[in-house]
């Protein structure tokens, strides 16, 4: 059984950065890819990045594109989210989830508890 644990969340002015990480025990993080998710208050649920298995695809929500990267570092057995140039509207509860591919079309395998983002002056 996997478990995921975020952290690396906080409180960070409008266009300051955040490095979240995702870390896993049970299992070895290689045998999954990896999504971060994020929830705002009264918002659906969205999807913000993925990263393969392989670490060598990866994708983007329009939303965060060319602020945030996704990466992996797996003898860590973790995943980091950095997100820069932070926007007030990028507060949310960040999850990361393991799942079998980015590309499925089913719910992720495995979810973490969430960290919270707030972005704020």
């Known amino acids: 059984q996997l478990q995921l644990v975020e952290s690396g969340g906080g409180l960070v002015q409008p266009g300051g950065s955040l490095r979240l990480s995702c870390a896993a025990s049970?299992?070895?993080?290689?045998?999954?890819?990896i999504r971060w998710f994020r929830q705002a208050p009264g918002k659906e649920r969205e999807g913000v990045s993925c990263?393969?298995?392989?670490?060598?695809?990866?994708n983007y929500a329009d939303s965060v594109k060319g602020r945030f990267t996704i990466s992996r570092n797996d003898a860590k057995n973790t995943v980091y989210l950095q997100m820069n140039s932070l926007k007030p509207e990028d507060t949310a509860i960040y999850y990361c989830?393991?799942?079998?591919?980015?590309?499925?079309?089913?719910?992720?395998?495995?979810w973490g508890q969430g960290t919270q983002v707030t972005v704020s002056s």
């Open positions: 989830a393991a799942d079998r591919r980015c590309g499925s079309s089913q719910g992720p395998l495995y």
């Open positions: 049970g299992a070895t993080l290689d045998y999954y890819a």
């Open positions: 990263i393969s298995r392989s670490g060598g695809g990866t």
